[in-house]
């Protein structure tokens, strides 16, 4: 093989997995995007809190008790299910706008959200330090996944 088509096919699979490792980065936020959102901008939503009643296989639902006096009470709110939720625990928690759907707020919420984003940077430490041979940047990429995931461990 020429020396110049050698370099080409090293350039195309550089490129190739700086897009697999961009695609793996821009999944991971979009994924954690559908819930963090309301967790980081949730000024002018309502608040309140939720005391779980019954979980089922996916969902946990409760009563919640809003901040806002004058806001009514719910009584089928729901949550989706995770290892910390526990039947009697009471959440601080936001509302999805137009839902009976609430998110955890707080540290726990928001790191809670982020897990995709966390899986995903080890993913891309993985691909970026395999396949373009950038280790120190792949080292902190996840490391960054990995500190999300324990912190989201610990919080919860």
């Known amino acids: 093989m020429s020396p110049k088509r050698t370099r080409m096919l090293l350039y195309g699979q550089r490129a190739a997995m700086a897009c697999v490792a961009a695609l ?7 994924s954690s995007w559908g ?6 901008l949730a000024k002018g939503r309502e608040h309140g809190t939720l005391k779980i009643a019954s979980c089922g296989k996916d969902t946990c639902t409760g009563p919640y008790v809003p901040e806002d006096p004058a806001a009514p009470p719910r ?6 299910k995770s290892v910390a939720v526990r039947k009697g625990a009471k959440l601080a928690v936001v509302v999805k706008p137009g839902t009976d759907e609430v998110v955890r707020t707080g540290t726990a919420g928001a790191l809670f959200a982020w897990l995709p984003l966390g899986g995903a940077l080890i993913l891309a430490g993985l691909v ?3 396949g373009l041979r950038l280790t120190r940047v792949a080292w902190v990429t996840a490391a960054a996944g990995g500190a999300l995931l ?7």
């Open 150 to 156: 324990v912190g989201a461990f610990f919080a919860l």
């Open 24 to 30: 793996l980065l821009v999944a991971g936020v979009w």
């Open 75 to 80: 009584s089928g709110v729901t949550i989706d």
């Open 35 to 40: 819930t963090a959102q309301h967790v980081l």
């Open 128 to 130: 970026i330090g395999g």
